[in-house]
């Protein structure tokens, strides 16, 4: 078995989804033309097109409740968030909307959505992007977190 690196796993995993079912997308900031900040998304754009693999703008509320939206109408975004101390921008709507649509609706809106944050990466690039803020959302009643280590 050959070694690879997360961000090559994840590009993989990416791509079989996306092969595998249409309804499959990704939107976040630099995903689509630079290949994701963590080269994750690389080479999907060319591969599935602008519609499904999306650049948004600087702005992780909106986007991620643009995920919680497409998720409601049947789509399964994959929302990258660049870093999760970016993710506090968009708590609302991982809190109170991704993880409560689905009880608050009695399951009439299941939520097939992921969002994608990497944490405590970039030792580099100072305080405002290497923290680990697992712990925020640990404890939130209808999400569930996978971490590799």
Do not use: C
């Amino acid at each position: 078995m050959s070694e690879m690196f997360y961000w090559q796993a994840l590009n993989r995993a990416m791509d079989a989804e996306m092969a595998a079912d249409e309804t499959v997308l990704t939107l976040g900031e630099d995903v689509g033309l630079y290949g994701g900040t963590y080269r994750v998304t690389e080479g999907l754009m060319a591969k599935y097109g602008e519609w499904r693999v999306r650049d948004t703008p600087i702005s992780e509320n909106s986007f991620t409740g643009l995920g919680v939206g497409a998720a409601m109408l049947g789509l399964r975004p994959v929302v990258e968030i660049m870093t999760i101390n970016f993710a506090l921008f968009a708590m609302d709507a991982i809190v109170n909307m991704a993880a409560k649509i689905p009880f608050m609706s009695g399951g009439q809106f299941p939520m097939p959505l992921t969002i994608r944050m990497p944490g405590g990466v970039a030792k580099q690039l100072g305080a405002q992007h290497s923290q680990r803020l697992e712990h925020m959302l640990m404890n939130v009643p209808g999400l569930r977190m996978a971490v590799p280590a």
